[in-house]
């Protein structure tokens, strides 16, 4: 196991930070295979003749595949091994995007639902294999991790609609393949997760329907469950719903750009040093603390404007970052031993879903009174959901490392 130390030996400290560049590489993958595709869509959908509910479903599929296959992979990577698992995703990713290249485009739904199967494989393993990589430091090897994979949501659109102007539809999906095998190749090379033939911690391979739900079920991981999904609800009015608001008061597109870059910047810059925070003082009191600021943060945006909105902007930002990384790391210290692929999946699962029905509930309250509605509604949710939890104790401080 490689900590991120400075009392670790300088070469197994170069072997820690290559296998997290492998395992972020990984992350990359899957955050810019979904953004390339789905940014460029409505060019695909005119030269097919498909209308916005295709769009919209070509879009969805990519999440739905990944809200159910995640927990499945973490469960395979427990009972078969990680290794095996993360390799078998990046393949599969892999053939689902050169697969476009040699079918009629009107089978892109089936592309991106294969797309989405590797994704939630590589996805799920390689995150598992951070915390299991490093038992101290984890909460900055996390921050690192999701810094470099939100990278791929910011990248992938400008990349995209480039590639898609000069070169064709066609080209996503070449890119998304050769993304693909280059986190492949140095994959190939991580250490193997347990020896040939050994048994699981559990002492039991079998794979049941029983064993495959009783992760949803777990006492100590249920609480973190709806933290997961409460600050991807606020994910989903920052970045869904924060354009419609700069709209609604004249922001031009350019201006509007400006101040989504500026929570998009927050959001994945202060990944590395909230993880950094909760390793030095507890993960618990990070996430709250996280939750806090961005619920504020959220319900207040709409009351203001100019630098004040970009100040509240940049304060959601940090604060759902800190939250999102941070619940990773605490997921990892809760699950039991031996199931800790398996709930790192069901948590990637609660953010799909959350990803998925956030900006729907805030869309129908903004349908119907507005989008300040959404936006104080979402964040008055938020603050009463990190008051239960506080008053519950459910989360206690000072959880020892697993």
Do not use: W
Request: proline share 5%.
């Amino acid at each position: 196991m490689m900590e991120l130390r400075s009392d670790t030996p300088p070469a197994s400290r170069l072997s820690g930070y290559r296998r997290l560049a492998t395992l972020a590489a990984c992350g990359f993958v899957t955050s810019f295979g979904a953004h390339i595709v789905a940014t460029n869509l409505p060019a695909y959908a005119e030269t097919v003749g498909a209308g916005a509910f295709v769009i919209g479903l070509l879009i969805a599929v990519y999440d739905f595949a990944e809200l159910f296959a995640k927990p499945a992979a973490g469960f395979i990577a427990d009972k078969r091994g990680m290794k095996p698992t993360l390799l078998a995703g990046l393949v599969v990713f892999i053939f689902g995007s050169l697969l476009f290249l040699v079918v009629s485009p009107k089978l892109l739904l089936l592309v991106r639902f294969v797309q989405g199967l590797g994704a939630a494989a590589l996805s799920t393993v390689s995150v598992t294999l951070v915390a299991k990589y490093f038992p101290a430091g984890r909460g900055k090897a996390f921050g690192i991790y999701n810094a470099v994979k939100g990278a791929g949501y910011v990248l992938a659109p400008a990349l995209g609609g480039f590639l898609a102007h000069d070169y064709g539809f066609p080209a996503l999906f070449a890119a998304s393949a050769g993304v693909g095998m280059l986190a492949l190749l140095p994959a190939l090379f991580l250490p193997r997760d347990r020896s040939r033939g050994e048994r699981p911690a559990d002492g039991d391979d079998d794979l049941t329907l029983q064993q495959f739900f009783a992760i949803f079920q777990e006492p100590r991981l249920l609480p973190v469950y709806a933290v997961i999904v409460v600050n991807m609800f606020l994910v989903g009015i920052l970045f869904g719903f924060l354009p419609v608001y700069l709209y609604s008061i004249g922001y031009t597109p350019l201006e509007s750009g400006i101040v989504v870059s500026l929570a998009t910047l927050s959001y994945l810059l202060v990944q590395p040093f909230a993880g950094h925070l909760a390793d030095k003082s507890d993960v618990e009191s990070t996430v709250f603390a996280g939750l806090l600021v961005a619920s504020v943060a959220i319900l207040a945006a709409t009351f203001t404007a100019g630098a004040a909105l970009m100040a509240v902007v940049v304060l959601a930002g940090l604060g759902i970052g800190a939250v999102g990384t941070n619940s990773d790391a605490l997921v990892s210290t809760l699950a039991a031993q031996g199931r800790l692929a398996s709930g790192m999946g069901a948590a990637q699962s609660f953010k799909e879903f959350g990803d998925m029905t956030g900006p729907l509930v805030v869309g129908a309250i903004t349908q119907f009174y507005g989008v300040r509605a959404g936006f104080v509604a979402g964040g008055a949710l938020a603050l009463i959901f990190l008051f239960v939890l506080v008053k519950s104790r459910t989360l206690k401080p000072g959880l020892p490392a697993r």
